[in-house]
């Protein structure tokens, strides 16, 4: 299995972002070609650094698995979870379940992929049915305002961890750096 992590809209070698506009994160993960077994569960945990990110501001972008794209409604997920249903019939006799959530206590933000067996609306209990085939990959999106009172210089870092049917694997790490002075 594969993750990474990263904040795009960057200039330079410290990869400087305008600290006006929103931050865009975006995470990759792939169940890997030599995998033994389509992944049935997903959970992302990306930890934001709440002294560097306004929680306030997070607002989900698409979704990605596969052939499928899942948009949510762009309002602040300081507000509540969302959650969103897939059918992935007829080619796969199941459901794919998404919800994000953000603990504003902690600062961590949540996707939790699930294969729900449509019959029962549960997690499916065939143990070869998943919704991310071997190969697949599937990303999550969201934006976030830098906290408005951070100098030029900056640097807000960024890992997450992907974990595949209860095994975890951590991102790289990956920073950008304000800059809010206007040129000269």
Request: cysteine-free.
């Amino acid at each position: 299995n594969l993750a990474v992590v990263h904040i795009l809209k960057k200039f330079g070698a410290l990869r400087f972002v305008p600290s006006l506009e929103p931050l865009r994160y975006y995470i990759y993960f792939e169940n890997i070609p030599t995998a033994s077994a389509t992944a049935q569960d997903i959970i992302i945990n990306d930890p934001l650094d709440r002294s560097h990110v306004d929680l306030s501001t997070v607002i989900l972008g698409p979704v990605s698995f596969t052939d499928k794209l899942v948009i949510f409604p762009a309002i602040p997920l300081a507000l509540g979870a969302l959650t969103k249903e897939v059918d992935l019939r007829p080619a796969n006799n199941l459901l794919a379940r998404i919800t994000a959530s953000l603990n504003m206590a902690s600062g961590v933000l949540t996707w939790h992929f699930q294969s729900i067996d449509p019959a029962t609306g549960q997690p499916t209990t065939d143990p070869v049915a998943g919704f991310l085939p071997i190969g697949g990959e599937g990303s999550v999106t969201f934006t976030a305002q830098s906290v408005l009172s951070l100098p030029t210089n900056t640097a807000i870092s960024n890992k997450a961890t992907v974990i595949f049917d209860g095994k975890p694997l951590d991102t790289p790490s990956w920073s950008n750096t304000l800059d809010s002075t206007p040129p000269v």
